[in-house]
């Protein structure tokens, strides 16, 4: 069964300090934009980052984009990164979507039938994301409606967890178009995945993800892997990273003793209750 989460409601937090090495990919190196003009389930473009240990993790970055119909010579889907950030467009009439994959120097292509979409699962040493945080951040820059988003976690070849949730739209706040569509919100805003909460609610292979041992990941956007259902949207920039999520505040002394006595208030006015009935 595929588990679907809802962006703004689960996952919406306060992070609390910066984020720490080691970096998942800060965007700071280009890459040659993918381009599909050929429509198909089968069709494919792909492009790699520079060589950069330092700043993506496992060192190499891949952007797949497949144009799934409304394309031709003039019109197609394509993705790619600058200006620290990714970007991913369709152009008018065009379904589209594709994967932003970091699987180290692998090359292994994209593949629909899996629901992995071919990815090396081992592609880069084991990584110990749990010693420098607790959350993915995703920042949303823009999105031109709701889209289905997938995070894909492996520690090894059996034991991973996908994780599928529905992207609300994220807009400019004068775009009263945009700003219209159920759940949207301005841009650029902030979202928080927790470690724990993307193995309990995600779809887990095996053992699941361990965050302390991963070697590979990949954001998939406009496309749910399980189902193999496509999204709407035509316009999605993001970038991502580590963080802490704070938890929730611990009650001042008194303002707890006071709760305690609220709730034992209640619970006797409930008995008085039966009692009297």
């Not at 409304?70 to 620290?84: I, L, P």
């Not at 990584?127 to 090894?156: E, H, I, W, Y």
């Not at 949207?233 to 704070?246: H, L, N, P, Q």
Request: hydrophobic share 45%; proline share 5%; net charge negative.
């Amino acid at each position: 069964m595929v588990k679907v989460a809802f962006f703004a409601a689960m996952f919406l937090a306060f992070a609390r300090g910066a984020s720490a090495l080691p970096l998942i990919d800060n965007f700071d190196r280009s890459q040659t934009v993918a381009q599909d003009n050929s429509n198909g389930i089968a069709s494919s473009s792909a492009t790699r980052s520079p060589l950069d240990p330092s700043t993506i993790i496992g060192g190499e970055r891949e952007v797949y984009v497949n144009a799934f119909s409304g394309a031709d010579e003039f019109n197609g889907t394509r993705a790619g990164v600058s200006g620290s950030r990714f970007s991913f467009a369709n152009d008018a009439g065009v379904v589209g979507f594709g994967a932003l994959r970091w699987d180290g120097g692998s090359v292994t292509g994209f593949d629909l039938t899996n629901a992995d979409l071919g990815i090396n699962r081992t592609g880069f040493a084991p990584v110990n994301f749990s010693a420098v945080a607790d959350s993915l951040k995703l920042t949303m820059l823009r999105s031109d409606a709701s889209f289905p988003f997938t995070l894909q976690f492996f520690s090894g070849a059996t034991d991973w967890t996908s994780f599928t949730f529905s992207a609300i739209p994220v807009c400019s706040a004068a775009d009263s178009s945009c700003m219209s569509q159920a759940g949207a919100v301005a841009g650029p805003t902030d979202f928080y995945f927790n470690f724990a909460l993307i193995n309990l609610l995600g779809t887990k292979s095996g053992t699941g993800a361990d965050f302390s041992s991963i070697t590979a990941m990949q954001a998939i956007f406009n496309f749910n892997p399980m189902s193999g259902s496509p999204g709407q949207a035509e316009s999605i920039d993001f970038s991502m990273d580590f963080a802490t999520v704070s938890p929730p505040p611990v009650p001042e002394p008194g303002t707890l003793t006071l709760s305690i006595l609220g709730l034992f208030s209640l619970m006797c006015m409930v008995a008085r209750r039966r009692h009297s009935n």
